[in-house]
Nanobody
């Protein structure tokens, strides 16, 4: 069983940056960040294979967001730069027990989810 706790959300103006953190308990093979805006489906943002460091990004965030990890602290991060109003959503940390290589951004692959942290980008 993996428990996930996100932090770091908030409000920022367009063009600004935020860094999300996810504290994890227990081992997971692949972790990811998802987001969900009101009235929209949950969308995969970025994922990382924990052992090898392979990453995957949604086209909408490539070049602006960076997923990283601190294996010693069992933590996951999402550095979000050049934020846009369309990035406004609740962001979730997700994990699965086994590795998924290459990492996949479909939510059905992940068994464990955090409660989410809100990110609001104003124009």
């Amino acid at each position: 069983q993996v428990q996930l706790v996100e932090s770091g959300g908030g409000s920022v103006q367009a063009g600004g940056s935020l860094r999300l953190s996810c504290a994890a308990s227990g081992y997971s093979g692949t972790m990811a960040w998802f987001r969900q805006a009101p009235g929209k489906e949950r969308e995969g943002v970025a994922a990382i294979y924990r052992l090898g460091g392979d990453t995957a990004y949604a086209d909408s965030v490539k070049g602006r967001f960076t997923i990283s990890q601190d294996n010693a602290k069992n933590a996951l991060f999402l550095q979000m730069d050049s934020l846009k109003p369309e990035d406004t959503a609740k962001y979730y940390c997700a994990a699965r027990d086994s590795a998924l290589v290459p990492p996949n951004l479909a939510p059905g692959w992940y068994s464990y989810w955090g409660q989410g942290t809100q990110v609001t980008v104003s124009s």
